[in-house]
């Protein structure tokens, strides 16, 4: 094994059983319809054993994979020493099925529970945890929308390890415009097609852990419209599967290169080639023509939520390693003794500054990990209702809908931020391969950018979500934080945070019908300008809120705890993460919604040839 073979994955398990079982009450829906073989031990022991896995098998891969990176030998993808490894026992542990639906070959865990262990396999070594997340998202589309034959074919390999799966959706000339995608596909007398393009910057793209890699691939058949209406999805394995499940032959797919990245060199980002020789074949998914997004959607908004768990994850493993350090990095004598050069040296963990980014740190990760639960609780819920009472299923829905954008854009800038907050704790050793927090930090620049940039996430809150269902899914939001307001604003600790949540609630409704009044208006142009500005608030109320939840929790649960019991540190910490939110953070919302109405034009009215004169 390479030298660099060290665990420095860290997560904190009393926070997960406190989401879980204390704020969330995951508990009411173990034991019912799909979860009826679950209950709140299993839960826990699940989440010990995937820590237990995070910090044996992928933490100690993770500088590895970053070191090495991967190669192309004789036209294949090499990956980093450990990967095919960890691979196995990640399929034969059965932490990439846990949610997946029995009758689909999982574990029928609840979500929520899928996406805690998901930060744990992520944080520890994202690169690696890309592979086979991509290839459950794959075999899901399949099982969703494809034939009863795809899915012995393909799905049955996909979910045991056997197969690896992919989405691929850019090409070179298109970028995020999927519309003019140009991949083409021509049918065949037999009922498949023949595949012709380019696809780029495609994760898992190819690589040595599994026999085969199943490729997600949008192209257009002759004929078929233009944008994306015009296109289909077709399964296209790297090597042809026989009807008895078989290898045949390769499928004409090549990988001319692989890209070298700022982070997650661990996994393979791939240029593929279908149909050089005119000789790569796919089928159809399912049995009906130019339905390609709305069937990749399932996938993507799947894919979507993934990658702000990847944030978090990776925001989380920064900040618990950047507090062990300040705890133990003595630096600097106390404020109190800036006067007094003999004064004896405290760790940095001291320090006014150094305290308040910590906090941050903590606020930010631990509110993104309760907005992701959040949404996770929502599915779990509607799976439980199922058809019983439409009112509230519509009403779960939609706030997986309305948060999802939220989830990934948020959780992903944000988790950035802190992994940068993190290297600046450390002062100039965070700037060092010898800590982890430099990787942290280049791994999470990606987040913000795949799978829809955070531009286009915005795009898509304002654009489509805030008016879905006649607006019923965002009023639902608003009136769900104002029932906590008004049960909270006399709050004898937190009343004057929840005021703060007041304003900030006021200022985000503000902005919705402001942004209601451009759409009307045609003033299409303040749109985009302020998309992004406004979906940051919109994380920030939710964060804030919360975070208020926890901490009135909190505070009601600790006086009933001796002055001794380790739990009381734990509230405390729940208590100033909300204090030190509402203060800083949800303060600066109603002035933020000022600048988006104010709806400056500067970028739009500036000449191009002004921007520089080179």
Sequence with gaps: MATHAINR??????DFQFLLFEQFNLQDVLGKGPFAEWDEEMCKTVLTEVYRFACE????????????????????????????????????AGWRTLAAPVEMGGQGAPFTLSALSEEMISGSNTAFAMYPGLSMGAAEVIQHFGTDAQRKKYVEPMMVGKFGGTMCLTEPHAGSDVGIASTAATRNADGTYNIKGTKIFISGGDHD????????????????????KGLSLFIVPRVRVNDDGSLGQTNDITVPSIEHKMGINGSATCVLNFGDNDACVGELVGTVENQGMPQMFKMMNF????????????????YLNALEYARERKQGSSVKDFKDATAERVAIIEH????????????????????IVKLSMHSD?????????????????????????????????????VCETAVQTYGGHGYLQDHPVEQCLRDSKIFSIYEGTNAIQSMDLVGRKLGQAGGANTKAFLADIQKFIDANKAHPVLGDSVA????????????????IQWFQGGQMQNI???????????????????LLEQAALGLEKIEALSETHPDRAYYAGKKYAALYFAQNVLALVPSRAKVIASADQSANEIPLDAFATV
């Excluded at 994955?9 to 009393?14: E, V």
């Excluded at 894919?303 to 920064?318: F, K, M, P, T």
């Excluded at 985009?528 to 919360?546: C, D, K, T, V």
């Design 528 to 546: 985009p300008l302020n998309s992004e500005r406004f979906l940051n608030i919109m994380g920030e109320l939710a964060i804030g809120w919360l």
């Design 9 to 14: 994955y860290k997560a904190d398990l009393r």
């Design 352 to 371: 006014p500054n150094v305290r308040r980014d910590l906090l941050d740190m903590k606020a930010k990760v631990e509110g993104i990990r309760a907005l």
């Design 500 to 515: 703060q949540l007041q304003r900030a609630h006021g200022a985000v409704g503000q902005c919705v019908m402001q942004f």
């Design 209 to 228: 852990l599994a026999e085969n890699v199943i490729h997600l691939c949008l192209a257009r058949i002759e004929g078929a419209g233009p944008g994306t």
């Design 381 to 417: 819920r509607a799976l439980v209702i199922g058809g019983s009472d439409d009112a509230s299923s519509a009403y779960h829905k939609g706030q997986i809908d309305l948060l999802t954008p939220i989830v990934k854009a948020y959780s992903t800038d944000e988790g950035f931020r």
């Design 303 to 318: 894919a979507r939520i993934g990658v702000g768990i990847q944030g978090l994850s990776v925001a989380s493993n920064a």
């Design 57 to 92: 098998v992928t933490g100690p891969l993770n500088q590895v994979g970053d070191h090495q990176g991967c190669r192309i030998e004789n036209g294949r993808v090499i990956t980093p020493e450990g990967f095919k490894n960890a691979w196995n026992k990640v399929f034969e």
